[in-house]
């Protein structure tokens, strides 16, 4: 007997909606800006809304307002324009498009980067499973020279925004996903609240950092049986300007980092705000220091300078850490989170669109 096989069942994927949150500071970055909202619009699984979220900046916010304003009219991959409703900073942004999100999931790409076309496509993967609360990406550094310093090791990529040497390759359950690349179930903000003031970035002060790290200890606290995936295909590539390529940068973004990670600590406790730093410190660190003596000895270029980098980086970091402790302890340091009120409504979910053979890929291992 013969017939004609069953049509496939729609990807739930397919029928997903995002809303993208970018959060924006400084016209210095106004073409970056039109370029990360653009990469988000040509997305194979197309956003329902992209939140553009100015931080306290009345010329950069009527200037977008004023760029955008074809896109007032709602529909799918319109663009709003909104002013950080909270006080200075990334977190408070990012806490303004969470409140404004239709989505039923929300993700956010920095203002200097673009993603790659599959990005979003990538994040909807990982959510065939109900337990996965977040997803993050592999973020690539567009070196503003055009490559890599000879100096800078892989394993602190994440200085400058960027995935680095020593996390696991493929689709993996991690503790924290990075927050310039990441998407979260917008239940996710219900259950554990917000991104907290006071730890993350504001504009062009000192790089502060971890508010995505201390969020997601928070959100597995709140919610023991969440999984927090990163599946290294949802690619976004993340400029880094030539400022940062710099060793002084380094230098402030580590001791910045270890201040960042005293703060988390005092949130959620040293055990698990530390847990992935003891491994990373631990294995990772003096691999890429013997990496680099070896490359020295062999008389690469750069292979001494990289050996030395991770261990002024880890020095940097140690001092910072110490400092933010004793400021923590004094109650010289705050910051608060708390739940995210919606201010619009939630888009009603949409029927599942039929896979393309461009949106069909197989799962990754978790």
């Given at each position: 007997?013969?017939?004609?096989?069953?049509?496939?069942?729609?990807?739930?994927?397919?029928?997903?909606?995002?809303?993208?949150?970018?959060?924006?500071?400084?016209?210095?970055?106004?073409?970056?800006?039109?370029?990360?909202?653009?990469?988000?619009?040509?997305?194979?699984?197309?956003?329902?809304?992209?939140?553009?979220?100015?931080?306290?900046?009345?010329v950069l916010l009527d200037r977008l307002e004023r760029e955008y304003?074809?896109?007032?009219?709602?529909?799918?991959?319109?663009?709003?324009?909104?002013?950080?409703?909270?006080?200075?900073?990334?977190?408070?942004?990012?806490?303004?498009?969470?409140?404004?999100?239709?989505?039923e999931f929300v993700a956010f790409l920095d203002d200097d980067a673009v993603a790659e076309r599959?990005?979003?496509?990538?994040?909807?993967?990982?959510?065939?499973?109900?337990?996965?609360?977040?997803?993050?990406?592999?973020?690539?550094?567009?070196?503003?020279?055009?490559?890599?310093?000879?100096?800078?090791?892989?394993?602190?990529?994440?200085?400058?925004?960027c995935t680095y040497r020593g996390l696991p390759p493929g689709r993996v359950r991690v503790r924290n996903v990075l927050g310039g690349n990441a998407s979260f179930r917008r239940t996710a903000f219900d259950a554990a609240g917000g991104f907290a003031t006071g730890i993350g970035r504001d504009g062009d002060k000192r790089p502060l950092g971890c508010e995505e790290t201390e969020l997601c200890i928070r959100l597995s606290k709140a919610l023991p049986k969440a999984v927090l995936l990163i599946d290294d295909r949802a690619v976004i590539h993340h400029k880094v300007p030539t400022v940062r390529e710099q060793f002084a940068y380094f230098r402030t973004r580590t001791y910045a980092e270890g201040l960042s990670k005293a703060l988390v600590a005092k949130s959620v406790g040293a055990g698990k705000g530390l847990e992935s730093e003891r491994r990373y410190t631990t294995r990772v660190l003096p691999a890429g220091v013997l990496r680099g003596l070896r490359d020295a000895a062999r008389r690469r270029p750069g292979g001494a300078g990289r050996a030395g980098a991770i261990v002024a980086g880890v020095a940097a970091a140690a001092g910072g850490y110490a400092v933010g402790t004793v400021r923590a302890r004094r109650g010289g340091v705050t910051f608060s989170s708390g739940p995210v009120e919606r201010t619009a409504p939630a888009e009603p979910a949409a029927a599942p669109a039929a896979p393309t053979d461009e949106n069909t890929s197989a799962n990754g291992t978790t």
């Open positions: 007997m013969t017939g004609t096989a069953p049509a496939p069942a729609p990807s739930p994927a397919a029928g997903r909606r995002f809303s993208v949150v970018v959060c924006a500071y400084t016209e210095d970055r106004w073409e970056d800006v039109l370029a990360a909202v653009d990469s988000v619009r040509a997305q194979s699984l197309p956003a329902l809304e992209v939140l553009l979220v100015v931080d306290h900046n009345p304003a074809k896109d007032a009219a709602s529909g799918p991959g319109e663009v709003r324009v909104l002013a950080n409703a909270g006080p200075r900073g990334l977190s408070a942004g990012r806490n303004t498009g969470i409140a404004a999100a239709r989505g599959d990005w979003l496509h990538y994040f909807s993967l990982g959510y065939d499973d109900p337990a996965v609360m977040a997803v993050g990406g592999r973020t690539d550094a567009a070196w503003a020279s055009g490559r890599r310093p000879v100096w800078f090791p892989e394993e602190f990529d994440w200085v400058v925004g």
